[in-house]
C-alpha cells in the first residue's frame, strides 16, 4: 500500500482532482434537483471531500470517505466504477448512487466521482404497491453504503461493527478475539484512515505496537 503515501501519487491526485473539480457544481445543476454530486481525493484520507454540490447528505468538505468506499479502496485492484446501488441518507433519504474511479497516471485510483440520486418518492411508493398487492417488492438493491459528517462518526461505526462481528465485549475478549476484530476492520479499510492504529489501540486496550503485531501475524 506504499502508493498511497507517495509523492507521485498525491501529486497526480492533485492534478486530476483540479480537472475535475470545475465539473462539480455544473454538473449537480444539469442533472437537476435531488441529486448530490461529490468529488473526493483519495490522497487526503480520511477527509477526502474536497467538492460537493445538492447538499443531500449534508456533508460539507472536509467530510470523510464512505464505509463502502474504504472498502473498495482494500481491494487489489477496485472497479473503475460500480453503478445504481441503494444507500440511505441521514434522515431516512433513500438514494441510487453510482461512483467512478478515477486512476490518473498511476495504478491504484486517486479519486473517486460520486452520485447520489434521492429516489425516496420511488421508494416509497413501490411500499405502497406492496401493500396493495400484499407481496413483498424490492427495488432490487440493498443499502451497501454508509455517509458520515466526521471522521470520528466513521471511525466509531467500522469499531463497533467489528467488534459486534466478533460477538464477545472487548474486556472479555483473547489475543484470538483482538485479533479478529483488527483483520475485520484492515478488511474495512480502517487503517488507510489517519491515526487509526491509535484509534483501534484505546477501544481494545491495547498499545499500538500490539496492533502492528496483529495486523503482521
Known amino acids: 500500500m506504499a502508493e498511497w503515501a507517495s509523492e507521485a501519487y498525491a501529486a497526480e491526485a492533485a492534478r486530476v482532482v483540479e480537472t475535475y473539480r470545475p465539473l462539480v457544481e455544473p454538473l449537480a445543476a444539469a442533472v437537476g434537483p435531488g441529486v448530490e454530486v461529490v ?3 483519495l490522497s487526503k484520507l480520511p477527509n477526502s471531500v474536497v467538492a460537493i454540490a445538492g447538499g443531500l447528505s449534508g456533508r460539507a ?3 470523510p470517505a464512505t464505509d463502502l468506499g474504504l472498502r473498495l479502496l482494500m481491494q487489489d485492484d477496485p472497479p473503475d466504477s460500480i ?3 441503494r444507500t440511505e ?3 431516512g433519504i433513500v438514494c441510487r448512487s453510482s461512483t467512478i474511479f478515477l486512476r490518473g497516471d498511476v495504478t491504484r485510483p486517486v479519486a473517486a466521482l ?4 434521492d429516489i425516496s418518492r420511488l421508494s416509497a411508493a413501490i411500499d405502497v404497491l406492496a401493500e396493495l398487492v400484499d407481496t413483498p ?3 432490487g438493491h440493498d443499502k451497501t453504503e454508509t455517509f458520515y459528517e ?3 462518526g466513521l471511525t466509531t461505526d467500522l469499531l463497533g461493527r467489528a467488534i459486534a462481528a466478533v460477538g464477545v465485549e472487548v474486556d472479555a475478549m483473547s489475543k484470538a478475539d483482538k485479533t479478529r476484530v483488527v483483520k475485520d476492520l484492515e478488511s474495512r479499510g480502517f487503517f ?3 491515526e487509526s492504529v491509535e484509534i483501534a489501540a484505546r477501544a481494545l486496550g491495547v498499545s499500538r505496537y500490539t496492533i502492528y503485531n496483529y495486523l503482521n501475524g
Open 39 to 41: 468529488l473526493h481525493d
Open 61 to 63: 468538505v472536509g467530510a
Open 83 to 85: 453503478v445504481g446501488y
Open 89 to 91: 441518507l441521514p434522515g
Open 114 to 117: 460520486c452520485l447520489n440520486r
Open 137 to 139: 417488492v424490492t427495488s
Open 150 to 152: 466526521s471522521v470520528e
Open 192 to 194: 488507510l484512515i489517519k
